[in-house]
Structures are given as C-alpha cells and as structure tokens.
C-alpha cells in the first residue's frame, strides 16, 4: 500500500501519558508499515488549556522513543505551518466558503440565554442543545444585533439525519445527528474550536486515515458533517478501544505514574515501553522480550487490532523493560540507570568511568524494576545499613564461618576475577562446610547490608581484594 498519511495531533496540556502514546505509536507503525506518511500536528488553539512547556515535553518524549516524523512543526513540510495556531486565517476562509455555501450561520445568543435553554431542555427531559433560533434571523435583524456591538459565533447548521462510516476497529457506526445541535465552527474572537480546525487540517492534509482514542468516536459525525459541507472525501477512521488499569478501572495520570517522560527518566527503555504499549489492543506482540520499532512495525495490522478495553499492566511493563536491560551495552546502562543512582546519592567521583559502566551493568541485568538500581548500584560503593533479613542471615550459626573462610581465602591471595569466581566458591564451601543459600546470603549480607542485590560474582570482582577484606572484618550491626 502506498500513499498512506497519518497523523498524531495532541494538545499541549499536559505530558506524553500512555493513552496518547498508544496513538502516536499505533499510528507511526502503520505509517511504516505501508510504507506512508507520519505527521505531527499541534492542535493549539485552546490557549485556556495551554501548558508551558508541554510541546517541548511532547515532543522530546516522542523523539527518545524512536517516533520520528515525515512532516512536523520543527522539520516542515508541504502542508505547513503544522501547529493550529498558526493557521487561524486558512479556518476562517474554510468557515467563510462553508458560511456562505448555506451550511451555517452567525449566532449572536449570549452565554446566559444559552445556559437559559440548556436548562429548560435538561428539566423537560430534552438533551441539552441549541435550538437554532438565529437561523432564521433576517439579513436586518443580524445586521442590527451586530450594528449594537455583538459579534456573532458561526454555527454549523446540522440537518436531523442518520450518519454512517465503517470504522477500522469497530466495525459499521452510525449516529443520529438529532441530539447534536448546530455546534460551533467559529469562536466570536475569530478562532475555530477543535471540530472545525481538525476536520480541516485532515482534509488539507490529505490525511487518508485517522486512527485515534474511542473517546473521539462522537467527535467524528461533527468531523464527517464539515468535511462533506466542504465538498471533501472524509479519511478512514479507527478508533481505539479505552484503557483500563490492571484493576479494571479507567486508567488515571495519578502521581505521574503514567507519564512516559518520567518512565524514561525512571530507568525503563524506548523499546520496553514501545512493546508495552504496543501491547495495548494488539496481539501482534507476545511481551516476551523488547522488540525495537521496526520488528514491530514489520508485524502490524490495523486489522487485527481489538475493540475490546486494553489493560495495562504496570508490572508487565516492568517484566519486558527487565528483560530488555539484560540485553543493553555498560554505556547505555549508564546512561539509563545514571539518574536513579545519582538520586540514590552514589559517589561516582570515587571511580573510574570504564568502573561505572561495570556497576551500571550488573545493577541492570540485576534490577526487577528500575527504582531498584539505586540501593543495588549503592552496594558497589559501601556495605549498607543492614536490613532486618541480613541482620538474621548473619545471626545463622553457619554464618561465621562461611564469612571466614571467605576472609582466608582472600588473605591468602585468592583472585577475585570473575573466572575465578566459581572455584572461589567451591573452595570457600568446602572449607566451611556450608553451601547454597547458607553460603551465599551471610556473604552477600556481611558484604553488602542486603540479602539480594547484583551478581555476587560482579560485586567481589568490581570491589576487590581490599575492600573485600575491609568490609567482612567491619563490625556488623545497625548504625
């Protein structure tokens, strides 16, 4: 299939959340899969909601997980500018061509006579909506209401019909346009709200499908009614089914737990939550291990994308990023492990770069989840404060003398590489006479203050001989 163009147009109010991410990603992956075109689009013009700063957020959380884009406010293209609030005049020569083809019409009701009739409508059991009164207004009357000072809305005048498209996801829709009334096209202060500059952008776009949230599906009789008053070929729509939590609940922004820029910054990989989030409606992906965008985009089907409520699941999120830290090189774990050590307060002026990178890779093929990197990087540089498991591990009888045996064996000049690791240990068990957990746990806790944390393997070879000795003679006990 060639010719394809898509589109991901947010609002910026707020964060890149997994809701919007779904869509952006859903729609860059059929974009690559067709071979067609992805377009950013920043729907702006509700300068009420506008937050500071949040197009940046967008747009730098988009560019870390790989969505690169064909045509966009900052890289251009044929159908620029791409940010809405800098096409107010091409919407008002739309809604003045739709004005004048008898499509709409100005209406000078103010807010308290509308709010008048949305609450008779709502006490008469009627669903609130405009009544269409100044349709009917002569060309004297309007031109004396504006000769008094008002300046009118254009509304969309909307005929009492049925409206039908085949959607992508659900199937055939239909919706009767009676309960929507004449709805606004034009603001009085000259702006188009968010019906009438989307409908327009994706039909000067060119826009061939429209694969957005099922919260917008209402939206799209609004959308179908302008497109085809301006004499275009609406696009193909999918609507993509809610979200809910692993509770079953509508899934929420709470404490920001869900904003992808803070699960960037948290230590989980593009491809971890591009898989997760793939996940979401889609059985094209099993989250068995983190696939990178283009085997995604190599396995995706519109078609094949479910109607039925997508959960996400917090800790498959964290089972796939697991996965995929296990894989990266010591850089790129530095690099995404970096932050969670500094909040940790880890020394990194206490060791060497080509050091760092060690620690930062056996934290990552450690960690279950990313906030545990910063306590397990933190045994690298210091024996914790013991915790109450290793205060018991130590407190085992068997405990003294797998910890002095360990101690011997370093003093008589045992290596602490990592391939001598395994007969290190032989011998340290044999000489004991303990083994398994018996072994390992009052080691690893007379050593680190914990009972787990990274490869005991990695945790003698990158400390060495000296601090090894250092911190199993140390008094043991709680500070």
């Known amino acids: 299939?060639?010719?394809?163009?898509?589109?991901?147009?947010?609002?910026?109010?707020?964060?890149?959340?997994?809701?919007?991410?779904?869509?952006?990603?859903?729609?860059?992956?059929?974009?690559?899969?067709?071979g067609g075109t992805f377009i950013l689009r920043i729907e702006d013009t509700d300068s009420a909601r506008y937050t500071a700063g949040a197009e940046t957020s967008l747009i730098d959380a988009l560019k870390r997980l790989g969505l690169n884009w064909d045509e966009g406010p900052d890289v251009g293209g044929p159908h620029a500018p791409y940010r809405q609030s800098e096409r107010l005049d091409k919407y008002r020569d739309a809604v003045d061509r739709i004005l004048k083809s008898g499509y709409?019409?100005?209406?000078?009701?103010?807010?308290?006579?509308?709010?008048?009739?949305?609450?008779?409508?709502?006490?008469?059991?009627?669903?609130?909506?405009y009544s269409g009164k100044c349709k009917t207004l002569s060309p004297a009357e309007r031109a004396g209401l504006e000769h008094g000072g008002i300046k009118p809305v254009i509304r969309f005048m909307v005929e009492d019909r049925a409206i039908s498209f085949h959607d992508g996801v659900r199937g055939d829709v239909s919706f009767?346009?009676?309960?929507?009334?004449?709805?606004?096209?034009?603001?009085?202060?000259?702006?188009?709200?968010?019906?009438?500059?989307?409908?327009?952008?994706?039909?000067?776009?060119?826009?061939?499908?429209?694969?957005?949230?099922?919260?917008?599906?209402?939206?799209?009789?609004?959308?179908?009614?302008?497109?085809?008053?301006?004499?275009?070929?609406?696009?193909?729509?999918?609507?993509?089914?809610?979200?809910?939590?692993?509770?079953?609940?509508?899934?929420?922004?709470?404490?920001?737990?869900?904003?992808?820029?803070?699960?960037?910054?948290?230590?989980?990989?593009?491809?971890?939550?591009?898989?997760?989030?793939?996940?979401?409606?889609?059985?094209?992906v099993t989250g068995k291990e983190a696939l990178p965008l283009s085997k995604l985009a190599e396995a995706f089907d519109i078609s094949k994308v479910s109607r039925s409520p997508a959960h996400f699941d917090p800790e498959r999120l964290d089972h796939v990023n697991a996965k995929a830290l296990k894989s990266i090189t010591p850089q790129t774990a530095l690099e995404t492990l970096r932050p969670l050590m500094e909040r940790a307060g880890f020394p990194f002026e206490n060791f060497s770069t080509e050091t760092v990178e060690?620690?930062?890779?056996?934290?990552?093929?450690?960690?279950?989840?990313?906030?545990?990197?910063?306590?397990?990087?933190?045994?690298?540089?210091?024996?914790?404060?013991?915790?109450?498991?290793?205060?018991?591990?130590?407190?085992?009888?068997?405990?003294?003398?797998?910890?002095?045996?360990?101690?011997?064996?370093?003093?008589?000049?045992?290596?602490?590489?990592?391939?001598?690791?395994?007969?290190?240990?032989?011998?340290?068990?044999?000489?004991?006479?303990?083994?398994?957990?018996?072994?390992?746990?009052?080691i690893r806790s007379a050593l680190t203050g914990r009972v787990s944390g990274p490869n005991l393997k990695d945790i003698l070879a990158i400390i060495g001989p000296a601090e090894t000795l250092r911190r199993l003679n140390e008094p043991f006990g709680r500070k």
């Open 176 to 284: 009767n346009t009676r309960d929507i009334g004449d709805f606004v096209l034009m603001r009085s202060d000259g702006v188009a709200p968010y019906y009438m500059a989307s409908a327009y952008d994706d039909v000067e776009m060119e826009i061939t499908d429209v694969i957005r949230g099922e919260d917008h599906l209402s939206n799209t009789v609004r959308h179908l009614l302008i497109m085809r008053a301006m004499g275009a070929t609406p696009p193909r729509y999918h609507h993509l089914s809610i979200i809910l939590d692993a509770d079953g609940k509508k899934l929420s922004k709470r404490a920001g737990a869900l904003d992808v820029s803070e699960l960037l910054n948290g230590g989980y990989l593009p491809d971890a939550i591009n898989t997760s989030v793939a996940m979401l409606g889609w059985a094209g």
């Open 104 to 129: 709409a019409y100005p209406c000078y009701c103010s807010e308290s006579e509308l709010e008048a009739e949305r609450k008779a409508m709502s006490a008469s059991g009627r669903p609130p909506r």
């Open 1 to 34: 299939m060639r010719g394809t163009r898509v589109r991901f147009a947010p609002s910026p109010t707020g964060s890149l959340h997994i809701g919007n991410l779904r869509t952006a990603l859903f729609n860059w992956l059929y974009a690559r899969k067709t």
């Open 358 to 442: 060690k620690i930062s890779a056996a934290v990552a093929s450690s960690v279950h989840t990313p906030q545990e990197a910063g306590w397990m990087s933190m045994q690298f540089a210091k024996r914790l404060d013991p915790d109450d498991e290793a205060v018991e591990a130590l407190g085992a009888p068997e405990a003294k003398s797998a910890v002095a045996a360990l101690v011997e064996a370093v003093k008589d000049g045992a290596s602490l590489d990592y391939d001598s690791y395994e007969p290190l240990m032989k011998s340290v068990a044999e000489i004991a006479g303990v083994k398994g957990k018996n072994l390992f746990r009052p």
